[in-house]
């Protein structure tokens, strides 16, 4: 996928109802998902030894964009959004943030490393037979090539060699890559606080500069510019990048502390990263309470004494208070009635206008995301099946899968909803992929769909006919 957007998909320009509401053009990528692998251990052997809840995920969400993650029960929507935000550590695959790799998996290094010396010492066997065979026909006086005894076993060390060379190259390459990724995990916090640190010196570096005789006069001068700077340098030297990832969990009752007040944990993040300062820590959590529609008395309750919307506003305050640049609301408003579900989406859009953030949204009610998102993703039994723009998706699904969740959402037309068909998804029956296998494809401009060269030919055909499926209407 692109890092930027130079262009509309060519179907927008002929329609206006699938004109994204997100400008992509020459949109800055704020996140990116490469080849993620997410699989646990279940304690059987062969095929029962993991759980692949993600395999193989790879997306792009831009700067500024609300991006929807949708799917059933199980299909890893959440498990996709806990490893980005290194809750779980990748089995394989890179998270990128801003530019830096956050997270890295292994697994598929390890593999390569594994199955390398495997196929070599099936080489070296191989190897090893037919150099006996040709030698025992050297010393029966016939050689089909003429090579005398000595020839044959230089010619076959010669060729041992070269296959361990080859081997010892892949397996010191994969090493490498290993090696690299548990450096980004490791120190990417870390080498993060050091440029920003830099930046902090940069600023300040013409005062810092001013000196006599050997004395600095920074802090003589200017005493507040001075307090300035050292709050900014102490700042920098917690930074983390992972700060500007907040998360927004889907049970508020469950993912905060029923024994702490509601000061304690919206401040919690503060505190973590080395703020001190009482005064300052009351005040953000007041302007925080303020910000998500709470009253600032409510800051020495504890959450058991508010409702389901309530504790879902004081889990959305944890998150801004650390002043993120990407949120990743984990079905935050399935645990909570229809009209308070209301509220929360009309809350986290003024806030994504108000702090220009960037959402990545994970849910199951279909009708929240095309109003809520710009772009959405399908998945289904840890694989992305589809990712396009909101309005295109609706109107031009492609995949069964998309057409079959489609199909399951209520209409508020009695009579329609009678009559309307719904779709039913099997896979065996959908797909064959026993020969051709499945990938990723686009389809058209910023339309993927994971598909095989014949499928990819009959969505090709079905756009260039005006397909439309009703569903955006």
Same mark, same amino acid.
């Given at each position: ?110 593999? +390569?490393?594994?199955?390398? $010396? ?6 070296? #066997?191989? =190897?090893?037979?037919? *150099?006996?065979?040709? %030698? ?65 010196? +940069?600023?300040?570096?013409? $005062? ?6 050997? #004395?600095? =006069?920074?802090?003589? *001068?200017?005493?507040? %510019? ?248």
């Amino acid at each position: 996928m692109a890092t930027t957007r130079k262009k509309a998909t060519s179907a927008a320009k002929k329609d206006k109802d699938l004109q994204p509401a997100f400008d992509y053009d020459n949109a800055e990528v704020i996140l990116s998902v490469r080849h993620l692998k997410q699989y646990f251990k279940l304690g059987g052997t062969g095929a029962f030894k993991y759980n692949k809840a993600v395999h193989d995920v790879s997306f792009d969400v831009y700067r500024g964009e609300v991006f929807g993650l949708v799917g059933e029960s199980g299909c890893g929507k959440t498990t996709t959004g806990r490893s980005i935000i290194r809750l779980y550590r990748p089995t394989s695959g890179d998270v990128i943030f801003k530019g830096v790799r956050i997270g890295a998996g292994t697994r598929w290094n390890e593999k +390569e490393i594994k199955f390398t $010396l495997i196929r070599l010492r099936e080489k070296l #066997k191989e =190897l090893a037979d037919q *150099e006996k065979l040709e %030698l025992d026909e050297a010393t029966s006086a016939y050689s089909p090539e003429g090579m005398t005894v000595e020839q044959i076993k230089d010619k076959y060390a010669k060729l041992r060699y070269e296959e361990n060379q080859k081997a010892e190259n892949i397996v010191k390459e994969q090493r490498k890559q290993i090696a690299s990724a548990q450096y980004d995990m490791k120190n990417c916090d870390r080498d993060y606080a050091r440029a920003a640190m830099a930046k902090v010196e +940069e600023q300040y570096s013409e $005062l810092l500069l001013r000196t006599d005789n050997g #004395k600095n =006069l920074f802090q003589e *001068e200017d005493k507040t %510019l001075f307090e300035q700077y050292k709050e900014d340098m102490r700042k920098a030297r917690h930074a983390k990048i992972t700060m500007g990832m907040q998360m927004i969990f889907q049970d508020p009752m469950a993912s905060i502390n029923p024994r702490m007040t509601v000061r304690s944990i919206i401040a919690e993040g503060l505190r973590i990263n080395g703020v001190r300062d009482k005064a300052y820590i009351d005040k953000r959590v007041k302007e925080m309470l303020e910000l998500v529609g709470l009253l600032p008395e409510h800051a020495d309750r504890y959450p058991h004494e508010f409702s389901g919307g309530q504790r879902q506003r004081i889990g959305i305050a944890r998150a801004l208070i650390m002043n993120p640049e990407l949120i990743i609301a984990d079905e935050p408003i399935s645990a909570l009635d229809v009209s308070i579900q209301a509220q929360i989406i009309n809350l986290l859009n003024d806030l994504r206008a108000k702090f220009g953030l960037t959402i990545l949204f994970i849910a199951h009610n279909l009708s929240v995301v095309k109003y809520f998102c710009d772009r959405i993703a399908v998945m289904y039994f840890g694989n992305l099946v589809e990712l396009a723009t909101s309005d295109v998706l609706f109107k031009q699904p492609l995949h069964p899968y998309t057409r079959s969740l489609l199909s399951a959402v209520p209409h508020c037309d009695p009579d329609t909803e009678k009559s309307r068909t719904r779709i039913k998804y099997d896979p065996r029956s959908a797909h064959d992929y026993s020969v051709d296998k499945p990938r990723l494809v686009e389809i058209e401009k910023g339309h993927f769909v994971r598909c095989n060269a014949k499928e990819e030919a009959e969505y090709r055909a079905l756009l260039e006919a005006g397909y439309d499926s009703g569903y955006g209407k």
